[in-house]
């Protein structure tokens, strides 16, 4: 006897609902990092003003590589386009964000977003191991 039970069929209906559920956490995640660099993009000085202050070299560039990152990698979510290329990348920069602008642990909201950052990695890479669903260009 196989002690590795096969995996039960789903139902259409639960099916559709997984689907739906995926595309409204795609959504989700996506409008997060698409407001936030469109925010960045409306305040390019303060940006890499604020980047700078951190110590980071080439601020401005940096500035234009995260508004790009931000933009880019939430449209490529929103459309379910290369999916987890995209997940995964914008997971990474949720960590390193985390572990540049928010490890003050004295602060309690540096603490409270340094945890929301690796809380948004963990869903990218969520989304990179399981796929996007059958509502996107990638199709799962």
Do not use: W
């Not at 590589?65 to 990348?89: N, P, Q, S, W």
């Amino acid at each position: 006897m196989n002690d590795i039970a096969a995996p039960l069929p789903q139902s259409a209906a639960a099916t559709s609902t997984q689907d739906a559920v995926a595309l409204g956490a795609r959504l989700l995640l996506a409008a997060l990092f698409l407001l936030a660099g469109l925010g960045k993009l409306a305040a390019i000085g303060g940006t890499a003003g604020y980047i700078a202050s951190v110590g980071l070299p080439f601020a401005t560039g940096l500035t234009y590589a995260t508004i790009a990152l931000e933009v880019v990698g939430a449209g490529l979510l929103i459309a379910g386009y290369r999916t987890r290329a995209a997940a995964i990348a914008l997971g990474l920069f949720s960590i390193l964000a985390a572990a540049i602008f928010h490890a003050d642990f004295a602060d309690q909201m540096q603490f409270t977003s340094f945890l929301k950052n690796l809380a948004i990695a963990g869903g990218m890479f969520q989304l990179a191991a399981f796929g996007p669903g059958r509502l996107s260009l990638d199709r799962g």
